[in-house]
């Protein structure tokens, strides 16, 4: 830790017990007079299309996990994966990482990040129902009766206080137009709550080896905040510190540090959303930005595969910042659609370029139709991502997708989102997973789970010894990393591709993985050397529960009537395994383990009935 970031956290510190003293009174947060006189709010220039007729009104959102929103709509403190509640103390007391933690603060976190504040504003405003308007009210005034300013774990996280905060103006924006006077007063409280979370987040934004998306969230919501209030040099100060981590967060090539796609879209929706509340404000969005969201949204479009699949390696929690149906949307589809919309191009970067409702509500059918009527961004059969260390490869009309991880395992000391995952493939054939990649789980409340699916045994590569090929030090931080060298990528006469790496995590032994593609037939050749090479096997996961090996063979039939066959050069063992498809939900599937000395070879065929 160097010197600087030493005295940042001792100042850090230092202002979380001023503020322990500042605010223990206990006042909601728009009581809150700490941030001198709350400026009129601009709600205009939130960007709201106003004009929409085309939406659904509701009440409830989507929480993580599959818990029933009727069930926790006002348990603001609820632990989720345990019977009671966080309990209430100053926000800078809380260890959500301890080993004994009541549950997974992030599913908690998604139900106060208050997403349903917006969506019952919206209906309100849309249908003049009085059922919505009462909704809000009384969810609005027990939140804050609940959670005073600085007490209570929804008070820790700056990020989420951005989130809140945005959708706290968002809400406020669509009740504008209310001649009401409750919906004034509630409107105002909205205002006066953002802009003392506003004026917060400023004093604790996420730095040095903490810094990753956390600041450029938190920044984005500042920013926002300070278009609406017209606070020039907050607006000054969050945009340069939004363009500064950006451009050190991301790859020449696009592919964000953290290696996870949804953390690189969790940036670009903020990053949209900024520019979008400037151009309704009449501020021009940095060029600098503007230029590393087209070249983000080149890698993002790179990951589909069809049928609304995209290709993801490392932690995905399903966070998304504004969301204004009562339902998710497909995060990359979405997100690809505000880049469309908001950066101007040539082509657009997805098919439907009004995916969900939200779009709708943020822009006007004019502007919907002509980005819509560009031509689609094509998808080339080798698109490789060097910088980033992911290549995609496309077979038999883009029908078979092969993507391959050799890049650096996350961003930073931390490399806090990152997977023991260097070398592993994933497959899929017409949109459908073939080989998986097992999902994120959890992030606390049970570390031997969030320590499982960040595992190499998890992922489609080589384990040896059982051991991972990086060493995890807790939830989010890494020690010991294994770095990929020697990829090569070559194209023969014949149009197979041939690709591979090496990398060092189990020094002084190396693995070393080369990929033979063609349009239906993918070989994957494994190779440990070195002194002291221990017990490798090869992992491969299937999202098919109960499939079976027959030797050193397993078949299996796709939903799309297609066949794939997998064969290798040593036994097959077929496995049962869990692996998560969404946050906080377990699927069955089935590891194939293949435990080998020396080399291996796997041989995967496509087949389709007129063949």
Not at 57 to 68: F, K, N, R, T, V
Not at 70 to 98: C, I, K, L, T
Not at 128 to 155: A, H, I, Q, V
Not at 389 to 401: A, I, N
Request: charged fraction near 25%; glycine fraction near 8%; charge should be negative.
């Amino acid at each position: 830790m160097s010197v600087s970031e030493i005295v940042h956290r001792i100042e850090q510190k230092r202002l979380w017990e001023q503020e322990r003293k500042d605010f223990s009174d206990k006042k909601p947060v728009f009581a809150v007079g700490k941030y001198n006189r709350v400026p009129s709010a601009m709600l205009a220039r939130f960007g709201l299309n106003l004009e929409n007729d085309e939406f659904a009104a509701g009440s409830e959102i989507e929480l993580l996990g599959s818990y029933p929103y009727e069930e926790y709509r006002a348990s603001w403190h609820a632990a989720f994966q345990n019977v009671g509640d966080w309990p209430m103390r100053f926000a800078a007391d809380y260890s959500f990482g301890a080993d004994n933690a009541l549950g997974d603060i992030r599913t908690n976190w998604e139900l106060n990040r208050h997403h349903q504040f917006a969506v019952l504003a919206k209906s309100f405003c849309a249908t003049c129902d009085r059922s919505y308007l009462d909704e809000l009210s009384f969810l609005f005034e027990d939140w804050n009766t609940k959670n005073p300013f600085m007490w209570g774990p929804e008070w820790s996280s700056p990020m989420e206080e951005s989130i809140r905060l945005i959708n706290w103006l968002a809400a406020a924006a669509f009740l504008e137009s209310s001649c009401i006077d409750e919906v004034k007063v509630l409107r105002d409280k909205m205002c006066s709550g953002a802009w003392v979370m506003a004026a917060h987040v400023r004093l604790h934004y996420s730095r040095f080896s903490s810094a990753n998306n956390h600041t450029i969230i938190e920044a984005a919501g500042v920013a926002i905040a300070a278009a609406l209030f017209g606070q020039r040099q907050w607006l000054r100060e969050a945009l340069h510190l939004i363009e500064s981590e950006v451009v050190l967060q991301t790859h020449p090539d696009g592919v964000n540090k953290e290696q996870a796609l949804h953390y690189e879209l969790f940036i670009m929706e903020a990053l949209c959303l900024v520019a979008h509340v400037l151009q309704a404000s009449g501020d021009a969005f940095s060029e600098v930005l503007a230029g590393q969201i087209r070249s983000m949204a080149r890698y993002a479009r790179a990951c589909y595969v069809g049928d609304g699949r995209f290709v993801e390696f490392g932690d995905d929690d399903e966070g998304i910042i504004f969301n204004l149906a009562s339902h998710k949307p497909s995060y990359p589809e979405y997100v690809l659609s505000l880049a469309s919309l908001e950066i101007g191009s040539n082509e657009r970067l997805v098919e439907d370029i009004c995916p969900c409702e939200t779009i709708r509500w943020l822009y006007t059918n004019e502007r919907l139709g002509a980005v819509g009527g560009l031509p689609l961004a094509e998808l080339a059969r080798i698109e490789s991502f060097q910088d980033g260390g992911v290549t995609f490869l496309r077979g038999d009309g883009g029908r078979v997708v092969l993507a391959f991880d050799h890049g650096p395992l996350g961003f930073g000391a931390l490399a806090a989102h990152g997977h023991a995952d260097a070398l592993s493939v994933q497959l899929f054939v017409d949109g459908e997973s073939i080989l998986i990649d097992p999902g994120t789980y959890v992030y606390n409340g049970n570390r031997a789970m969030r320590d499982l699916f960040r595992s190499t045994k998890m992922h489609n590569t080589v384990c040896i010894d059982g051991r991972d090929q990086s060493e995890m030090l807790g939830p989010f931080l890494w020690g010991r990393k294994a770095e990929v060298s020697d990829f090569e990528l070559k194209e023969d006469d014949s149009s197979v591709v041939r690709l591979g790496a090496v990398h060092d995590g189990y020094a002084p032994t190396l693995v070393e993985r080369t990929i033979e593609f063609g349009d239906s037939k993918v070989i994957l050749t494994d190779e440990v050397v070195g002194l002291g090479v221990g017990s490798a096997i090869s992992y491969l996961h299937v999202p098919l529960a109960g499939v079976k090996a027959k030797g050193s063979a397993v078949e299996l039939a796709l939903g799309s009537g297609a066949k794939a066959s997998i064969e290798t050069s040593a036994p097959i063992e077929a496995e049962p395994f869990q692996w998560s498809p969404r946050y906080g939900v377990l699927s069955e599937g089935t590891e194939l383990a293949i435990p080998f000395s020396g080399a291996l070879t796997t041989t995967i065929t496509i087949t389709r009935g007129e063949q």
